[in-house]
Each structure stands twice: as structure tokens, then as C-alpha cells.
């Protein structure tokens, strides 16, 4: 019987990026294989470990499995639990308390469908035990940090992310397992020896994670502490309802771990609004009448301490993130950039800027349309096909039929493009995309036309940098926790810039916090014609693409790119025609001959308009030509 082999796009890119093997169960044990000779390997011996791509295509072609091996200081802990579902597929309690207390991370089942596996940051103690009973009866947790391999399944648990959880709150839960219990102590007023009164053990997850989860918040890089703020506020009022914790005292604890990170007032209030929300601590009284909670008139001793008091006094310990050596850098290797247009629209957050009317929504539309048909954008560049959502929130369903009527689409139009006129802003906006690819497994595309319905209004106290950063840079996040790509449409400004990308509306804030970005201008060298400037962060060659309007099938077609999509010289070597190889060096089809014309077809040099960006090129032909030859 063949064993399961995940799809690398399901998983997450710190899982893909480890050292693999492959495995076979033989006698009930689970023998490591290197994928390169077929001999068996080790866990500890890096000449045996394989990429995840090579590790897969050889137990695919043997029916055999494929693991990750854990490398000390990569950062990556392994957390075993066995024989915790049964034969209904439920997870046992124990199980389902340790998952709740580590928070949302990367699950997938066992091989067997009877343990489960998860994936999170950090490191283990040294002095930390690697094996442990479950409480209860039966199943058993393991965790590792290094030495040891993980099977990798691919069967994710509905709760499953791709962002990995610290291990901060699974260190805190297992010492705890082997903690002693509580000591008699002797009362200070009256001299009575009685027993201290110890916490129930939800409450002591409860105060481990909000710890673990403040001092991540706390270490958060820029671009990532409000999201992480989020996700971190969301499990803790949970456990508030579930009367774990005091709701009051995550609030306040949180508030001051996000103020420390540099986050502003406004915007923790806001977040932990939307987290109280989606908890479910924010909804109607009846909903929350029968959820246990700790009593609003708590004693002074049980009242959660001020700011001041509950991080300030009692310095926590300062945990580093998890570090890598170059070393260990150059010895690993991480899976290409996914593209939804090849060469042009990257995973994450797109910004298309132009002028209003000068033709970016039929641009967008035209590539909502290749990704939900499987077309060609442009006619040119290949897609990854799957399901798109179009955003129309300046225009009507009448708009958009006339629009898809006159792209002169052959057959029954897509299925796959969903058009939507109303849409939520500001968080209800990123809910609501959360949720839609969630509905929709194959979701690759969704156009937002235009950002400044989408992202809020603007308050005066604002700082407009922040304002312009923060809700796309929370979108860039989503699109690359969801792996789609997100086009956002834009306007530039009236007055011209020292670069294209100058011209984009807004502070810096805009272009700073997206993952490229796509500005069309006019092409002041071939008449009818405009360029699309392409620059990001996985983009290599940012040379700009031109473009004309078709007006037979109402779309834009490419022209050229590289040099030639700005240079009428070029082209007016050959009658105005393209150069047969592209500046992505993929193949044209002949066109002409790049071989020079007989001289006396040849042009007067003199007669060429002055090109821009093209002197050392108009320089080298000219020196062909005599003056007399003119």
C-alpha cells in the first residue's frame, strides 16, 4: 500500500524549506531512506538529507512516505501526539487542551489517522524531557528540536494554518506536566499552617500562553505585530470565555505588550475590538449566559494589576526568535516564488497605479479573466488557473456584462470569476477575503478595484504613512498566509516624479507595504501605445512591457518588452516590428530577420526620432553609416 505524499504548496514554506528524507515502514518501525542513492539514512547525518522535491519524486515513484528531519538551530520543534483519535476521527480531550494552548499553528494527522503532528518556532531547553505520558489514559506526547524526523502527511486538521506558533506556550505546558504540587505554607497574620490554594490547570495553560504570547508580541519584526497581535488576542479571549483567565487581565497585558512593540493606542483598540469580536466575548448577552467566567466583582487580590504592576516590576525574560548562521543559510533550499502571471504577478499584494480612465480596470478585468479561463494575459504570459473574485466597487453588474460582452470571449464566459459590487472595508474587508478563501480551495486571484473603498476612512489623528501602510501590509500578509495573489487598482498623481513609482497617490507607505507593483504610463516613444512598469520584490528584470489597446477584442495585447518597449529604434530597424527574443529571453514567433537590410533600404539615421533611454544604442548604429551613405 502506497503511504501519503503531501502537495508542497500545501504546506508551509518553513517546512518545505528543512532538510527531507523518505521513509518505509518495516516491522512496524518507520526506516529512514535517502532519496538520492535509495541506502538507508540518519537523522543526524546531513549527506543523507535531500530537498523536498527530490525527497518526493523518490517515494512517489516507490510508494513510500517522506519526512522532515529537525535541525538543530533552525528554529523548527516537532510535537508528536500519539494514539489521541479514535475510530470516530475525534481527538481526544487531552489532545484537543494541549492544541487549544499552543495556539493556531501548521496540524496534520499521522500516517496512521491515529496521532497527530505539529509544527512550531523556537527551540527545547536543554533540561527540557522528550517524552511524556498524556494526562489521562493512553496516547503519549513527544516533542523535538533536533535528531529526529517528522513523517509528513499533508492530511491537515481543519485548524491548521501555514504561520507556525511559537513554542513558547508548549515548553510552559510541559513543564508544567512534571510540576510538583503545591507545598503547605504558613499564613503571615496568623501563624496557621494550611495549604496554599493552587490554580486549576486550565488556568495555569491560560497564564503560560498569555505570557508566550505577550513576549512574542513583544519580539514581533515591523509589518507582522499587528496580525500577531490579532491571531494572539483571538485564543486568549477564548480561554476568557471558557473561564481559564480573566478577560480583563488579557486585555491589559496584551495593551502593554503591544505598546512595547511600537504599536500605536488607536490601533490596539481597534485590534482587540475585532479579536473580542471574532472570539465571540463582544457578541449578545444571551449567547455568553452559559460560558463560565470569572466573576466581574473579583477580591482586590484577584483584580488584574495594573499596567505598571503585571509587566513593568517583574522584568520577563528576554527570549530571543529563532536564528540561523549564513552557514546554515547557503546549505538550505526554499521552493521558487509562486507566480499567478508568469513574470508579472507575484504571491501577495499587487498595486496597479494609473491615471483615472486611462484603462487599469480593463487591465485588471483582462487578467481576472485569463486566471479563471486559463488564458494567456496579454496574450503572452501564462497563468496558474484557478478561481478569481473581481471586486467592481466603482461600477454596476450593466457595466461589467457590457465589458465582458466586448472582450469577444469565445464560448460560455468563466465560472470561476465571481463579481462582487459591495464589499466590507478596513478588517470587515480582510474578514470577509479570509473567508472566501476559505469557501474557495482553489482561489488564486482577487482584484480590488479600488483601494480607497476598500481601506477605510481616514481620521484626522492618523499619521498618513501609518494609514497608508497598515491595511495593506495586513492584505500582503493574507494573500501570502492564503498563497493568491491580491491586484489592488490605484491612481497616480498629477505631477510627474523622478521615477515612475514616485507618481503613485499617497505617502510611501503605499509602495512600501505591497510585494510589486505595476504603474502604466503613456509611451512617449511609439504613439497609441502605454507602458506597464513592473518592479517587486521577487521580480528580477523590471524593464517595463508595452502594451496597445486591441479595439477587435477590447483587450491590451503585449507589443514588446525589455529595451525595445520604450525604443522606437529598435523597432524602426525592422519596419516597426519586435525583436524575435524578449527580455525574459522566451521565443517570439519570426517576426522578421535580424540580419541588416541591403543599404540602400536602410534609413537615414538622421530622419530617426531621438529615442529615450537609448543613446549608447542610437550611438553604436550610427556608426554604420557614412554621411555620404546618407
Keep these: 500500500m502506497s503511504l501519503p505524499i503531501p502537495h508542497l504548496d500545501d504546506l508551509p514554506a518553513a517546512i518545505r524549506a528543512m532538510p527531507w528524507v523518505a521513509w518505509r515502514n518495516e516491522d512496524g518501525r518507520k526506516i529512514p531512506y535517502n532519496a538520492r542513492n535509495g541506502k538507508r539514512a540518519s537523522s543526524t547525518n546531513a549527506d543523507d538529507w535531500t530537498t523536498a522535491e527530490t525527497a518526493i519524486k523518490f517515494a512517489r515513484a516507490r510508494s513510500m512516505g517522506v519526512g522532515v528531519v529537525f535541525v538543530e538551530g533552525a528554529g523548527l520543534v516537532g510535537l508528536d501526539l500519539d494514539d489521541c483519535i479514535d475510530d470516530a476521527g475525534e481527538i481526544a480531550p487531552w489532545a484537543a487542551e494541549l492544541l487549544d494552548v499552543i495556539g493556531p499553528t501548521y496540524v496534520e494527522q499521522s500516517p496512521s489517522r491515529r496521532g497527530v503532528k505539529a509544527w512550531l518556532r523556537g527551540a527545547l531547553p536543554a533540561d527540557l524531557p522528550r517524552r511524556y505520558d498524556a494526562p489521562g489514559r493512553g496516547g503519549g506526547i513527544e516533542v523535538y528540536d533536533k535528531g529526529r524526523y517528522f513523517t509528513v502527511t499533508g492530511w491537515r486538521l481543519d485548524s491548521a494554518v501555514d504561520e507556525l506558533a ?134 482586590s487580590d484577584q483584580r488584574p494589576a495594573p499596567i505598571a504592576e503585571s509587566v513593568g516590576a517583574v522584568k520577563p525574560a528576554v527570549t530571543l526568535p529563532p536564528m540561523i548562521t549564513a552557514r546554515q543559510l547557503q546549505m538550505m533550499e526554499f521552493p521558487p516564488p509562486r507566480w499567478v502571471i508568469d513574470e508579472l504577478l507575484p504571491v501577495g499584494v499587487t498595486l496597479l497605479a494609473a491615471r483615472p480612465k486611462a484603462g487599469k480596470s480593463w487591465l485588471a478585468l483582462q487578467a481576472a479573466v485569463a486566471v479563471a479561463s486559463g488564458g494567456r494575459f496579454l496574450g503572452y504570459y501564462d497563468v496558474d488557473a484557478g478561481d478569481a473574485l473581481y471586486l467592481d466597487l ?8 457590457g465589458r465582458l460582452r466586448t472582450m469577444a470571449l469565445h464560448g460560455a464566459w468563466p465560472d470561476r470569476l465571481t463579481i462582487v459590487n459591495s464589499w466590507g472595508a478596513g478588517d470587515d474587508a480582510l474578514t470577509q477575503i479570509d473567508a472566501w478563501c476559505e469557501q474557495t480551495p482553489n482561489a488564486r486571484l482577487v482584484v480590488i478595484d479600488i483601494l480607497a473603498r476598500i481601506r477605510g476612512a481616514f481620521e484626522a489623528r492618523m499619521d498618513r504613512y501609518d494609514y497608508d501602510y497598515r491595511f495593506l501590509q495586513q492584505l500582503n500578509a493574507l494573500a501570502e498566509r492564503r498563497n493568491i495573489a491580491v491586484l489592488v487598482l490605484h491612481h497616480t498623481r498629477k505631477a510627474k516624479g523622478d521615477d515612475v513609482y514616485d507618481e503613485i497617490s499617497g505617502s510611501t507607505g503605499v509602495f512600501g507595504a505591497v510585494n510589486a507593483a505595476w504603474v502604466m504610463t503613456a509611451n512617449l516613444s511609439v504613439a497609441g501605445e502605454r507602458l506597464l512598469h513592473v518592479r517587486g520584490r521577487d521580480i528580477i528584470n523590471d524593464e517595463p512591457v508595452a502594451i496597445r489597446w486591441n479595439n477587435d477584442i477590447s483587450q491590451h495585447v503585449r507589443t514588446a518588452d525589455g529595451p525595445a518597449a520604450s525604443s522606437s529604434v529598435l523597432r524602426r530597424l525592422n519596419g516597426g516590428t519586435l525583436s524575435t527574443i524578449s527580455a525574459h529571453g522566451r521565443a517570439l514567433k519570426p517576426r522578421f530577420s535580424l540580419q541588416s537590410p541591403p543599404m540602400a533600404q536602410r534609413p537615414c539615421p538622421t530622419s530617426w526620432p531621438r529615442p529615450a533611454r537609448s543613446a549608447p544604442l542610437l550611438t553604436i548604429i550610427c556608426r554604420a553609416w557614412s554621411p555620404t551613405e546618407c
Design 166 to 299: 511559537s513554542a513558547d506556550a508548549l515548553v510552559a505546558y510541559l513543564r508544567d506536566l512534571v510540576a510538583e504540587p503545591a507545598q503547605p505554607t504558613t499564613t503571615l497574620s496568623t501563624g496557621t499552617r494550611q495549604t496554599a490554594r493552587s490554580d486549576t490547570r486550565e488556568e495555569r495553560y491560560a497564564a503560560a500562553a498569555l505570557d508566550a504570547r505577550c513576549r512574542e508580541l513583544r519580539m514581533a519584526r515591523e509589518g507582522t505585530r499587528n496580525d500577531t497581535l490579532y491571531r494572539s488576542a483571538v485564543t486568549l479571549y477564548r480561554m476568557a470565555l471558557a473561564g481559564w483567565i480573566h478577560g480583563d487581565r488579557v486585555t491589559a497585558e496584551l495593551t502593554a505588550a503591544a505598546a512595547a512593540a511600537g504599536l500605536k493606542p488607536a490601533e490596539v483598540r481597534a485590534t482587540i475590538t475585532s479579536a473580542r469580536r471574532a472570539a465571540g466575548e463582544l457578541g449578545p448577552r444571551d449567547a455568553l449566559a452559559d460560558r463560565p467566567r470569572p466573576s466581574r466583582r473579583a477580591s
Design 394 to 401: 466603482e461600477s454596476t453588474p450593466r457595466r461589467m456584462q
